[in-house]
Structure formats: C-alpha cells, structure tokens
C-alpha cells in the first residue's frame, strides 16, 4: 500500500457520490467503464459497496444495479487478458457484466488501426460508441468513469495545448449530460440518446495514491496497461511523465517522441502563462498542478452557476427554439469569464449542430465569441449601427426591439422605430439554411426536409401485433417528433401501406418550426397535407430552468399559418439550457 495514502471509506464516497447525482436524480441502473485497470476497479468496488449499504436500510433507494462493461480494442497482446480480468472482478463482486470486442471494418467502425497510427481519439470515439450500444442494451442511463485528480490535471494541459480558455482549463466536469456527438458522423452520434444520458465521475477530487490504497486494502486484483507509460505514443502520456518527474522540459523524454506531441508541450508551456484567475507552473510538480486545476474546477462550477442568475435576469418570451435577453439586463453581467460562458450556452441552446459538441459552439474561437460580446454588450445596437449577424454555430444574433405584444425587427438593416417603453434586446435563432438552389450546386441535401415514409411504414406494418408502438424521431438537432403508431388512422395507415403516401417532416415559420405533411405517391409538393405543426412544452423539461423557458412560448408565438394539431403527434424542443 502507498506510504501514507488511507484507503476511500464509505461516507468518504458517499459524498463524492453525492455530487454527481443527475439533475432528474437516480436512475435504477448505473453502468461503470471497467478497463479492469485500478481506477475502474476501485470504482466497481465503492459503487457496489455504497448501494449495498444504502439499500439495506432503504431497499427501494436508488440506483438499486451496477453493471460492469468493458470494451476489447484488440490492439494488444494483454487486450483479452486484461478484459477477462475485469470479468472476473466484477463477477466476483456479484455484478453482471458485459464485454464488448471492437468490430473493426464493419460499418460504421473504421479499419483496424495500422502500427504507428495515432489511435487516441479513434480509440475514445470507438470505447464510447460500444458502451452506449450496451447501455441501451440495458435499459441503462448512467455511466460511471474513474477518471481521478491526476486525469483531471492533464485533461486541463492537454486542454490548454490546444488553446483552450480559463474555462476549458477547469478540466472534466463531476457529472454532464453525455450529448449529442457529431451530427455527421454515424459512429459518434447518439442523438436523443445521448441527451437521456448521463456521464458521472465520483473520483475526480481523488489522487490516484487514494485508489490504490483502495485496491490494496481491499484485496482488489488490478491490470497495468503498461501503454500508459510510454510518452512516445500520445500527448497524455507524455504529460504524465514529465509531472511525474517533476519537470517539463521536453527534451528530456528522448528523441523518440513524435513532432506533434514536442508541439503540444510547448504550446502548454505557452498558453499555461495566459491564465488569469490562478498561477500554474507545468513543473511545479503533481500536488501543486492538483490545487491549480481544483481552482480552475471550483470556478468553473460558480461560473454556471452565475450563469444560470443571469439568464434569469436577461430572459424575455421569445418565439420557440430561440433565446431572447433584453440590453438591460446583459449590462448586469461584467465579468469577462461570466460573459463567455453565456454566450456559449444560448449558441447551444439555439444551434442546430449536435448538443454538446464545439461545432454548437461556433468551435469556441475566441474571435467569433468576442466578436459577439462585444455585439450584444453594446448598450444601444440601433444607435452604434450594429445590424444582425451570424459568428458561427449555426446562430443568428437580431438586434431587436420588445414591446408588450410583439418583436419588432430592423428591416433591410434600418432599425424599427422605437416607442417609449420599448426595450432594446437581442434574439438568437437558428441560422437560415441555403435556399434549394444553393444545396443543389454545393451536393448538399437538405437537414429540413426528412423523408420519414419508411420507417413509419415500418412500424405501421406490425402495428396489430406489437402495439404501443411509439416512433421518436430527431429533426435538425433541435425538435423531437413523437409519434404514436396507435394513434395514427386507418385512412392514413392504408395510405401509407398501399397507396404509396410519403410522409415528411418540414420546417415551416421564420424560426424553422417541424411539420408533418403527407404527399401522395408522386411526392409532388402540391398534394402537400399538414398534419400537424403544434409545438407541444412536456410536462417535464430536460431541466427545470428549460420548461421555465417553454412556458412562456406561447406568448411569444408568431405564427404564419393556421396551427394543426394531430393528436398521435407530439412536438418537443429538446435542446437544454443547462449547462450540464
């Protein structure tokens, strides 16, 4: 056991615990990342140990199952060996598990890598496309990683090799929504699923000195992925080696590493001095880098939470799946930090890019966000000329006057006129998309328009002998149509089934709201039917503060066709605002 490193005890874990708890709290289930390694098996260990003493005294508490999966990259010799061991860990501590081979070349997962390809990222996308395929397998919500202090300090380097700010900086956060992934990339997308999900990290405020004497004191058989310690292979482990040693002089770890890494740990050493709020010296040794990024984290968390005040305070009724915030309020908001943040959390509540990702972000350069900043925290647009415009991730900011009844909106960039009692605001909302025109000559295909006949007919097909059918289907990364198969009726079903009916989903209104149209067998655009363009608010956000927002939709609504309402249908704005 390490000198002087006491085990985790139990009310110690709880409370770690406690913090990652969900924003909708616990589900029945929690799945945990087991690599078989120490992290993973200390954390196997503690979860199992605190829901069999919580469920003791309180048997329907919650999570009430673990499950145990682990994903076999079969890029090694020891791969197997080391997925077997996880097996057996788990299998002794009562936990099912589960072991997931990589498919390499099979669609959608790329070619077994070749020696000498970089393969981190590959390996990540990969591990994470698998654990989500077995956790919908089980009907499971919850991922559990044993990402620990040491991982947070060289996330937080590795963030700050690529220019990240003091926000980035903050490193992996306790508990996040797992997200959208990449729209355009089958193997990375997991879409609603991703948003009905939850990724937790109990052992973030831990050193690995604290899992180890975990696993020791507890008799707790581990592997060592000897990969992890050689620097040539990724920037991570060339981090972790010049922490260990208390230096961060690239030339130390040889002339063997590769010249994109010797890049990154000099642009660590670069952007590291730009950090405002904490000093950090690279080789200041383990424990320092810990207090540095813990500093980093803790602000990172007032931040949210400060950007959660001011919202409340800037939020006015808009359209639905847009974001209004009036002048006046924003002016409340002076801190740089605070500012950034917000801006990045309405681009995307509002964008059309996949939740989660930097592409939402307008990719997080600093020149776009700046360049919004400086827009909306100008105290009169109308007076300093500023007109609408777009700063990346698929948002357009409108300078905006608000009345008691409507928006009133610059026209051909002249301001509206403006009354007394207006007040001045700005309006995020989706980008407009190319005309038809334009994604005919660029082989683009049009996001707005979804062809959604076969699989409903799929489902139409069985629905006599599987009833209860319900077809969610994902519309420009922005509204989740529900559909009930039962609800849907003979004339339309027929239709469908035999007469060759198409059945679209498309936008409709300036804000690009969803609509479902039938079209007979030709698809010819003037046999169009609308059979539904409500927007429904859930009963239940995402998060509290997003129905705070929904609520208030209706009146802001503006309208430019007669509202239709199919009651097999429901239309909800997924995207959240929180930011987890």
């Known amino acids: 056991m390490p000198r002087g490193a006491p085990p985790i005890s139990a009310d110690e874990f709880a409370r770690f615990l406690k913090k990652c708890t969900p924003l909708h709290g616990w589900t029945r289930s929690i799945s945990v990342a087991n690599s078989g390694g120490p992290d993973s098996t200390a954390l196997l260990f503690l979860l199992k140990r605190h829901i069999d003493g919580v469920r003791a005294n309180s048997p329907h508490s919650l999570p009430a199952q673990l499950y145990s999966l682990t994903v076999d990259h079969a890029l090694q010799p020891e791969s197997a060996k080391m997925a077997k061991l996880a097996e057996e860990r788990a299998t002794s501590m009562g936990i099912p598990h589960v072991t997931s081979r990589v498919p390499w070349g099979q669609d959608p997962f790329p070619e077994h890598p070749g020696e000498g390809d970089a393969f981190e990222e590959t390996g990540r996308v990969v591990r994470y496309r698998l654990l989500l395929d077995r956790m919908k397998e089980l009907d499971s919500y919850i991922l559990a990683l044993g990402h620990h202090g040491d991982d947070q300090v060289e996330t937080s380097l590795m963030r700050l090799a690529k220019g990240t700010t003091e926000i980035g900086a903050g490193g992996m956060r306790k508990v996040r929504r797992w997200g959208m992934g990449m729209h355009n990339n089958d193997l990375n997308f997991a879409g609603m699923d991703g948003m009905r999900r939850w990724m937790i990290r109990p052992l973030l405020d831990l050193g690995k000195e604290r899992i180890l004497a975990t696993c020791y004191a507890n008799n707790l058989e581990f592997a060592t992925d000897t990969t992890n310690f050689q620097p040539e292979l990724t920037l991570r ?155 990346g991730g698929g948002v357009v900011w409108t300078p905006v006057l608000v009345t008691k009844s409507r928006l009133k909106f610059p026209v051909n960039n002249v301001a509206p006129v403006r009354k007394s009692g207006d007040l001045v605001g700005w309006l995020a909302s989706r980008q407009v998309p190319f005309i038809e025109a334009r994604l005919q000559a660029l082989g683009m295909p049009n996001v707005l328009k979804r062809d959604i006949t076969e699989q409903l007919r799929a489902y139409l097909a069985i629905r006599h002998e599987k009833p209860g059918q319900i077809f969610d289907f994902l519309w420009d990364n922005r509204f989740l149509l529900h559909i009930n198969v039962d609800g849907i009726s003979e004339k339309i079903a027929r239709a469908v089934l035999e007469e060759g009916n198409q059945i679209w989903v498309y936008p409709h209104s300036r804000w690009f709201w969803p609509k479902v149209v039938q079209f007979d067998a030709t698809g010819s655009e003037a046999s169009e039917t609308v059979l539904h363009s409500t927007l429904t608010v859930p009963k239940r956000g995402i998060v509290p503060l997003d129905r705070d927002v929904m609520l208030k939709w209706p009146q802001a609504y503006t309208r430019d066709l007669e509202e239709i309402t199919a009651p097999w249908i429901e239309t909800e704005y997924i995207r959240s605002l929180s930011a987890l």
């Not at 950090?275 to 990172?300: C, F, K, W």
């Not at 908001?333 to 959390?345: E, F, I, M």
């Open 237 to 391: 482990n060339a981090i972790r080696t010049l922490v260990s040693q208390n230096s961060f002089e690239p030339e130390s770890l040889g002339p063997n590493i590769p010249l994109h890494i010797l890049d990154g740990l000099q642009q660590i050493k670069t952007n590291i001095s730009t950090l405002q709020s904490v000093e950090m010296d690279p080789s200041g040794g383990l424990d320092h880098l810990r207090s540095a990024v813990s500093v980093l984290s803790n602000q990172l968390e007032d931040i949210d939470s400060l950007v959660d005040s001011g919202l409340n305070r800037c939020h006015l009724p808009s359209p639905a799946g847009t974001y209004l915030v009036s002048s006046r309020g924003l002016a409340t908001v002076n801190d740089p930090l605070v500012q950034h943040a917000l801006v990045l959390r309405i681009m995307r509540y509002v964008s059309f890019f996949a939740w989660g990702t930097i592409r939402a972000d307008a990719n997080r350069r600093r020149v776009s966000i700046e360049r919004i900043i400086r827009s909306l925290w100008t105290p009169d647009p109308f007076q300093s000329g500023v007109k609408p415009f777009v700063a």
